[in-house]
């Protein structure tokens, strides 16, 4: 029993390792020797993103960078973050990221997908209430103002 607590830890431990590193990569078979191989960016860790973002073709970085930038506020973004990567992204363009991440085990065919934690999720949709609160809140003094416009021309006018 105390060994299974133990590996239970260790693996743990391990995981909580990968995941602070911001990326995880992962072949399909079980040593990890075959292809197709993913590489999965967790988008809370900016250190990887900027790596990223600098093997990038630069009108491609600054696409996946707008897409970076709004999926603070929008946790929908994701989605068409890896929609990009899948269609923009070639093997040699991987293979860079890979390099610049000292990633030593990259083959053919690898792929590069986008992930959001739970925390990191939350916090995307709490912000997004927030703009859409300032945006109704913005709406409705300028409603005020133009009405308290129209009657002040009016009393002008009736003057």
Known sequence: MKILTLLYFVILFINS???VRGY???CSSFFGSKPPCFLQIYLE???EMATLLSACIPAQGH???KLYKKHFFDPSVVSSMNKFAAIYFTQTVIYDICR???IKKCRHKT???FYLSKRGYKSALKRQKIEQEKKKR???EREKSSSFRSILQQKTNNL
Do not use: P
Request: hydrophobic content about 50%.
């Open 63 to 65: 696409i996946l960078n």
């Open 138 to 140: 913005l709406l409705l």
């Open 100 to 102: 610049k991440l000292k």
């Open 111 to 113: 792929y590069v997908s």
């Open 17 to 19: 390792i990968l995941i």
């Open 45 to 47: 860790n900016h250190r």
């Open 24 to 26: 995880k990569f992962k």
